[in-house]
């Protein structure tokens, strides 16, 4: 039976949230905006460019929304060749869990609202793309709470959903997963509460890497 462990990027393997913060500041002030408060940037991370514009500014025109998602990835590429992007360090135990869980048999997938090239580089500075065999993005799927992302690694991967789990720290994650019909389980370190994920619809939220290795394994 194939089992396959599908992650979420942003706040589940990767702790990137200075980086998001600075280029929603400078996309935002690009268009002469006010860049929303630190607490409603991190309560979107997760959804796809242009559904978290639509959350931070819900009165603008669509216009509006796409062209804040183009200058916020362009306010990365920017940050990125100027060497001015701060470290995205893996948070603790999750390559410990990455290695638990391939060399125990199981398939690994992303889910990300990242776009193709940004996941590429997280995966690739961090040395994890080998690890992966299927990955996900905002890119192709529509986002997150949608299934598509999920649905889509299944069908890659060529496992079912009873042998399949999605691992995340936001509510959009754990929703997926229902939409989906597979087991969600939440982390803690990420972006939205603990309570939250389990009111979600979470089997459980890991505290740390071997909590997480326990839940995934069953």
């Known amino acids: 039976m194939v089992k396959l462990a599908v992650f979420d990027c942003d706040g589940t393997l990767i702790d990137s949230q200075v980086n998001i913060l600075r280029a929603m500041r400078s996309s935002f002030e690009r268009h002469g905006l006010a860049a929303p408060e630190d607490h409603a940037v991190r309560r979107i991370v997760g959804l796809s460019l242009v559904e978290s514009m639509m959350v931070l500014v819900p009165d603008a025109e669509p216009a509006l929304h796409e062209s804040l998602a183009l200058d916020y990835k ?52 961090h040395g994890l793309t080998g690890h992966f065999i299927t990955l996900q993005t905002a890119d192709r799927h529509p986002s997150k709470p949608h299934p598509g992302m999920l649905l889509a690694a299944l069908a890659e991967a060529g496992a079912t959903t009873d042998a399949a789990c999605i691992i995340g720290d936001t509510v959009f994650d754990i929703a997926m997963g229902g939409h989906a019909g597979v087991r969600a389980i939440g982390v803690d370190w990420g972006y939205h509460e603990a309570a939250e ?22």
């Open 197 to 218: 994920l389990i009111e979600a619809g979470a089997v459980g939220v890991a505290m740390d890497g071997g909590d997480l290795r326990r839940l995934i394994d069953g």
């Open 74 to 125: 362009n306010a990365f590429h920017r940050l990125r060749a100027d060497k001015g992007l701060d470290p995205e360090p893996l948070y603790d135990g999750v390559r410990e869990t990455l290695d638990h869980l391939r060399d125990s048999g199981w398939l690994l997938g992303v889910a990300t609202g990242k776009s193709d090239r940004g996941l590429a580089l997280a995966l690739a500075h």
